[in-house]
């Protein structure tokens, strides 16, 4: 599996880690059910065991766990931003307006 | 268009800023509804509003009687409204108006439980302990926990809002809702019900804000006493992670993948069409649908057959028909999850068959056929990750202990279901399937009265029934001493000698 992500989304990161200054940042994977596999953004995160690094995104570690890292296996997957004013979830980058997908390259 | 705003302290406000965004219809794709959207702060203030009336208010210190009064009143006001109700969650939320008219029924009947349920809750009683080594007498006193923040998802918007302010408030406590962002109207338009009735200002707020701003902030705030979430079990784990820090109460319901067995003795026209209920019902987005369907290899066939012309019928379509079978998925992101999922079961080598695209007649709204593999193995992604989409995975099985093996052999484990004209052979089934709840001939029937949650990584606690209220309770115990002098205290030898 390898990461790659979209300039956008890189300075979209940049903005969260700008936000959370001193704060270390990961992102993980969504588990299927309401939100799919979308990548979260997260500060402060405890990693569990099964987790483990994939890559990086403009200096934050990526990491899977065993069904992700299945599901795109031989794949490479680009974290991109969209602007989403609706968005849900507990991910870093929603309150700055923005919300990460997953895409395939 | 129509408006909503937040419902803080007794008082429908507007959000820090006047920040709004509109709600989108999942039939039409276009916005429909402007809400307001809430900020960090504003979660402060609800919290705050909560906390007072907690601290300070009537609501913990009323009778049960009177409060079970109030909960009457609430399901009173949701039923003159639910017509009405049921198209704003339609509009909202893309359930079927047939699915969400049932909701605001059955909301409304969960109320008058937790009603009746209030003046139940045993609040103090006497137990009994060994007299040893002292004589005494020992008491139970059960006491709401405070400020329940509580954190919804968007599939049965109204519902899963009475799932929680039921129980909540049935015990006492004071709480901040936080519907989805996809689907707050309904939660909203409940609000103003409840404006209407006793119930004291700040004991319940509705806040419309994402997790990251507003739900973190009921996870973090020192203020708030429990936390109780459905949503995926990702989000579960960053809930149980930000509400270590002040050791809150958490509650959580979260993903499946359940199990659902026919065995050969089936009543098959009923296990085809209770099957296909428990995965399609609401284009399969509950978390505790049947989505991996267990056949054995004798029956496979027969089974598949009747499966596959059940659903080529179901319309898909306008979700305001009443003639309509299967709405829009909630959005453009879970229809193309969903679609990714069925690639991912080809790419794995199942086959579709039937659905598995888009349907050709519908240029808008976030639709999905209705869609059944075939040629799963319990260990394909199809059948191990919650799709939340309607899509079948038939399995075969060779003996009953290997369809019980495959059925545990997921880290979910919400729901679930056995078929059998012979209910004591199902039983044994059921019994040893790690899981929340196990249907017998049926699926999807969740009783207010009796524990619904899950095993594993389904989730952490139970709603409904008297364990679920009691969930929303503190106890005390209470130790009256009947030695009642100090020489029969021989223990405190302990520190003072002989």
């Not at chain 2, 086959?351 to 598995?356: L, P």
């Not at chain 2, 240029?363 to 999905?368: D, E, I, S, T």
Request: charged share 25%; aromatic share 8%.
């Amino acid at each position: 599996m390898r990461v790659g992500a979209t300039p956008l989304a890189e300075t979209v990161v940049a903005r969260v880690r700008a936000a959370h200054l001193g704060d270390e940042l990961v992102f993980v994977f969504g588990s299927g059910c309401c939100e799919g596999t979308a990548p979260h953004l997260f500060a402060r995160y405890t990693l569990t065991p099964e987790q483990e690094p994939v890559g990086a995104v403009a200096g934050v570690g990526v990491f899977a766990d065993a069904h992700v890292r299945r599901l795109y296996r031989d794949r490479t997957i680009v974290i991109d931003a969209e602007a989403d004013p609706l968005a849900d979830g507990f991910s870093a980058e929603i309150p700055l307006g923005w919300r990460f997908v997953l895409r395939l390259a | 268009m129509p408006e909503y705003q937040l419902y803080i302290d007794g008082q429908l406000c507007d959000a820090e800023g006047g920040r709004t965004a509109d709600s989108i219809n999942p039939a039409t794709e276009e916005p429909w509804a402007r809400v307001a959207r809430a900020s960090r702060k504003d979660t402060q203030r609800a919290i705050a509003a909560a906390r007072r009336a907690f601290d300070e208010g009537p609501w913990p210190r009323m009778s049960q009687a009177d409060r079970a009064k109030i909960l009457n009143q609430v399901a009173d006001g949701l039923e003159a409204r639910s017509q009405e109700l049921a198209a704003v969650e339609t509009h909202d939320s893309g359930g079927t108006i047939r699915k969400t008219s049932g909701d605001m029924m059955m909301g409304a009947a969960q109320l008058r439980y937790f009603a009746e349920m209030a003046p139940k809750l045993p609040l103090w009683e006497e137990i009994q302990v060994p007299q040893f080594p002292a004589q005494s007498k020992n008491y139970l006193q059960r006491e709401p926990i405070g400020v329940c923040g509580q954190i919804i998802p968007w599939n049965f918007p109204l519902m899963m809002a009475v799932w929680k302010i039921g129980p909540a408030l049935c015990a006492g406590n004071t709480l901040v809702l936080k519907p989805a962002s996809d689907t707050p109207c309904s939660a909203l338009e409940l609000a103003k019900i409840i404006d209407q009735t006793d119930l004291p200002k700040g004991v319940l707020n509705v806040i419309h804000g994402s997790g990251a701003e507003c739900g973190e902030e009921l996870c973090t705030s020192p203020l708030v006493d429990k936390v109780a979430l459905t949503g995926s079990t990702e989000v579960g784990r960053r809930v149980q992670q930000l509400a270590s820090g002040t050791i809150k109460k958490v509650t959580l319901e979260l993903g499946g993948k359940s199990a659902n067995i026919i065995l050969d003795d089936a009543d098959l026209e009923m296990a085809v069409d209770g099957s296909l209920f428990g995965c399609f019902f609401h284009q399969g987005q509950a978390c505790e649908s049947g989505t991996r369907l267990f056949v054995s290899e004798k029956l496979h066939d027969e089974v598949v057959g009747r499966l596959v012309e059940r659903t080529k019928p179901l319309t898909v379509g306008d979700p305001m028909d009443f003639a309509t079978c299967q709405g829009p998925l909630i959005s453009a992101r879970q229809r193309e999850t969903v679609l990714g999922y069925i690639k991912k079961g080809v790419d794995e080598g199942a086959k579709v068959a039937v659905g598995g695209k888009r349907p050709e007649h519908l240029a808008k709204g976030y639709y999905v056929e209705p869609t059944i593999f075939v040629d799963v193995k319990n260990n394909m992604t199809i059948a191990q990750e919650e799709i939340f989409g309607p899509v079948l995975c038939v399995i075969r099985y060779k003996t009953i202990d290997d369809a019980i093996r495959m059925a545990n052999d997921s880290i979910y484990g919400l729901g679930g279901a056995v078929w059998s004209r012979d209910k004591e052979k199902a039983l044994v089934v059921a019994k040893q399937m790690r899981t929340g709840t196990v249907w017998v001939n049926e699926y999807h029937l969740l009783s207010v009265a009796a524990p619904f949650g899950g095993y594993k990584q389904s989730g952490i606690g139970r709603e409904f029934g008297l364990e679920g209220i009691l969930e929303y309770t503190e106890v005390k115990h209470v130790h009256v001493d009947q030695v009642d002098n100090r020489g029969g205290k021989f223990w405190y030898g302990a520190l003072f000698g002989a």
